[in-house]
């Protein structure tokens, strides 16, 4: 297993230091990252709106909020991720929902550009894609899962769209935001807590309700 150094670890936020930081730059007409564009910062600026709708919306399953309160380890989530990137602003206000569940999960928020070495460990077919959760013992810092850049199911819608019409335009972004609408991010819970079940395997012995 892969033991991350603190040092590869850049400033990490917690996930409301990171709508705020994301915020303060849209204020000075700017998107987080090092590209900057007006297509960049107008993603960043729909975004926003993405995010205050599932904070309000995004539940926790029963079965899943007792499995995170039931957690024996200490876990430090780190997810790499960007203010204009869609797929983060459907992913991360999920994971931040689930991490509030539990008292032995920490949640920091890192601006992939900053953190390029890092993310460089973690990459995806060779891609800085994200968002990307990565899980670590909080106290080693060993590195006992991760997840990311899409859940499966999102991540074949893309396959599919791709296969019929040969690339990925505005239309395959338009539609995969309806994706993650009527998913309603249940399968974004699924893989993270089957991820949390490999690393402890009491969760699955644990009664649903």
């Known amino acids: 297993m892969t033991t991350i150094n603190k040092e590869s670890i850049g400033q990490g936020y917690s996930y409301q230091e990171y709508r705020a930081k994301i915020a303060d ?3 000075e007409g700017k998107s987080s990252g090092n590209e900057q564009s007006e297509a960049l910062t107008h993603y960043s600026q729909l975004n926003v709106t993405r995010m205050n709708r599932l904070d309000k919306t995004i539940v926790i399953s029963k079965e ?10 200490t876990y430090l989530w780190l997810v790499l991720a960007e203010g204009w990137c869609g797929d983060a602003a459907q992913i991360l206000p999920v994971i931040h929902k689930m991490a ?16 390029e070495d890092l993310m460089n460990l973690f990459l995806t ?9 990565i899980i670590l013992d909080k106290i080693t810092l060993e590195v ?9 199911g999102a991540t074949q819608f893309m396959q599919d769209y791709k296969a019929t019409h040969g690339q990925i335009d505005e239309k395959a ?3 995969l935001q309806l994706w993650y609408f009527h998913d309603k ?14 690393i402890e395997p009491a969760l699955l012995q644990m ?3």
Do not use: C, H, W
């Open 64 to 73: 899943y909020t007792q499995q995170l309160q039931s957690l024996k380890g």
């Open 125 to 133: 077919n060779g891609t800085k894609s994200i968002p990307k959760l």
């Open 173 to 175: 972004k338009a539609d």
């Open 100 to 115: 509030m569940q539990s008292e032995a999960v920490e949640l920091q928020v890192l601006f992939r550009d900053e953190n």
């Open 25 to 27: 730059l849209l204020l």
């Open 207 to 209: 009664p649903q309700v």
């Open 144 to 152: 006992l899962g991760d997840f990311g850049p899409r859940p499966q």
């Open 185 to 198: 991010g249940l399968s974004i819970q699924n893989e993270i807590m089957e991820r949390m079940q490999s």
